[in-house]
């Protein structure tokens, strides 16, 4: 192919328009820099829907040592202690600079930050924007800096479909226009695709969303780690629509608390009760649900009336279903919410892979362990933009022509993956539906169809899942209820995974384990 963009060339190459992405295109300005959307900018970006806020410590009665202790609490033993400090402590002033950009963050009558409670956080510490609508209004406030930074090109209806690659190092994009195919010449590529929830039949991630970002990267040769924990959140809306709007965390914080549909708080006598970590709460509906009840989240005495005002998109999706969460419970489920693993990446953002980093949901900082502290995924992204950015732009953009470019893959559509992966990796876990799982998607992810991305991506995770003979966070077999007392990420290549897969498909006892 001859489609390069010329002028373009050289300029570093950052493949999505959602928060993490934007931010770090924002702080490599001045430098030049080409910002890939395959939608408008905040389409089908998780960050848009973000309803909890920003996790940091910047309240009178708080410290950074206290946010560090509750996230390590959280992770169940994978936190890298070290990174989840560097970037905990760089919070409060990730929460500055996007007041700076002009983010309108809740206030109290003296200017404060009004700050809102959630699970697992031992403080009041969260910071929202205009009540349940904070990363609607975080990505207002940085889609309207990129549009106007003369150093972003932003090519939005540009989709990457591989990354090109030789000898370990990034040479450029190929990507797509509509029709028309593009390379983009760089050595220098930042994947901020956010995460994997469309993979799955329920989710409150945009259906766009589906681990892009992860084939680019596997396919790359990157090293990926922790991809068996994902995170359900224990509270989407149980209604038809997809995805599952999102009943967010805040308002547990504000007492709200779970019941049946005989009005039995079967959470009371949890440690933690409703406020217990995430994966504790949506194993406890899970089951709950499973044993022939409804779940509901009764918010009518707290916040009760004051619903409707701290609330107003929550509110009004309620109202549009007949519902009003001042006077009636509010039917709920989990639902896949966020992805633990990713792109495994040292302290600036730097993959296996030379001049490929990864920020946002699509990295592994090792921040969030086995299972993430509620909020404290939109933080990670604007804290480690920076110094993505940094090192992006202390890189030497020695250029050359990209060599032999093979054939441009097709559109990935996730439709065949999605039954497969909400069966094998749902809330509970066991041995016979994964290995199930790792057959049928196998020869999917060998493939060269449409499905062949998603599929690498689902037989990736299942994979990590099957390897890991305990429950931890995130992932919970029925049938290794155990945690083992020593935490080890997981670790591994495609072409690893891939062996795995055939290894395991050969074996007597897997034959027998999906028979």
């Known amino acids: 192919m001859s489609n390069n963009i010329s002028d373009l060339t050289g300029c570093p190459v950052i493949i999505g328009g959602g928060a993490a992405g934007l931010m770090t295109a924002l702080q490599l300005a001045p430098e030049p820099v080409v910002l890939l959307s395959k939608s408008p900018l905040g389409a089908e970006a998780s960050s848009m829907w973000a309803q909890g806020g920003l996790a940091a410590a910047v309240g009178d009665d708080d ?4 946010h560090l202790q509750d996230t390590i609490a959280a992770g169940a033993g994978l936190c890298d202690g070290t990174a989840a400090r560097r970037i905990i402590a760089a919070a409060p002033a990730a ?7 002009g983010v309108a963050f809740d206030r109290d009558a003296d200017g404060r930050w009004r700050l809102g409670l959630e699970a697992a956080h031992s403080r009041n510490r969260i910071v929202h924007a205009t009540g349940d609508g904070t990363g609607r209004e975080i990505m207002r406030a940085l889609i309207a800096a990129v549009r106007r930074c003369p150093s972003v090109t932003l090519l939005e209806g540009v989709e990457a479909r591989r990354l090109i690659v030789e000898d370990n190092a990034v040479q450029g994009v190929l990507a797509v226009r509509g029709d028309e195919p593009l390379i983009l010449a760089t050595t220098r590529v930042v994947i901020a695709t956010g995460g994997i929830g469309g993979l799955f039949l329920d989710s409150t991630n945009p259906s766009g969303c589906f681990g892009q970002g992860l084939a680019l990267a596997a396919r790359a040769g990157a090293v990926l780690s922790d991809l068996e924990f994902v995170q359900f959140h224990p509270t989407a809306f149980d209604g038809p629509s997809r995805p599952l709007p999102l009943l967010t965390e805040a308002i547990r914080g504000d007492g709200a608390v779970l019941i049946d549909e ?30 022939g009840h409804r779940v509901f989240l009764d918010a009518r005495a707290n916040p009760g009336k004051a619903f409707a005002a701290r609330y107003p998109v929550i509110s009004a999706f309620c109202r549009m279903a007949g519902i009003d969460p001042a006077i009636d419970p509010i039917p709920v489920r989990p639902a896949v ?10 302290g600036m953002g730097r993959s296996t892979v030379d001049g490929l980093w990864a920020c946002g949901e699509a990295s592994r900082t090792g921040l969030h362990g086995a299972n993430r502290l509620a909020s404290n995924s939109l933080m990670e992204a604007i804290v480690c933009a920076q110094w993505v950015a940094e090192s992006v732009a202390g890189t030497s953009r020695g250029v050359r022509r990209p060599g032999e470019i093979g054939a441009m893959p097709p559109a990935s559509e996730p439709s065949a993956v999605r039954p497969i992966l909400s069966q094998a990796l749902g809330v509970l876990r066991e041995r016979g539906t994964m290995a199930a799982a790792i057959q049928s998607l196998l020869p999917l992810a060998e493939g060269a169809g ?23 966070g995130g992932h919970f077999r029925s049938d290794r209820p155990e945690t083992l007392a020593v935490a080890q990420p997981s670790r591994f290549t495609m072409s690893e995974a891939i062996a795995a897969a055939h290894g395991l498909t050969e074996t007597e006892s897997f034959r027998s384990a999906v028979s």
Not at 337 to 346: E, K, L, N, Q
């Open 63 to 66: 410290d950074p040592a206290l």
């Open 95 to 101: 929460v500055a600079h996007l007041a700076e950009l």
């Open 262 to 291: 005989q009005g039995t708080r079967f959470m009371a006598d949890e440690p933690g009760a409703e406020l217990a970590p995430r994966d504790v709460v949506a194993r406890a509906v899970w089951r709950h649900r499973a044993q």
């Open 337 to 346: 919410h966020y992805h633990m693993g990713g792109i495994a990446v040292d």
């Open 450 to 472: 449409a499905s062949a991305d998603p599929a690498l991506v689902g037989l990736m995770m299942a994979v990590a899942a099957h390897a890991r003979e305990e429950s931890r």
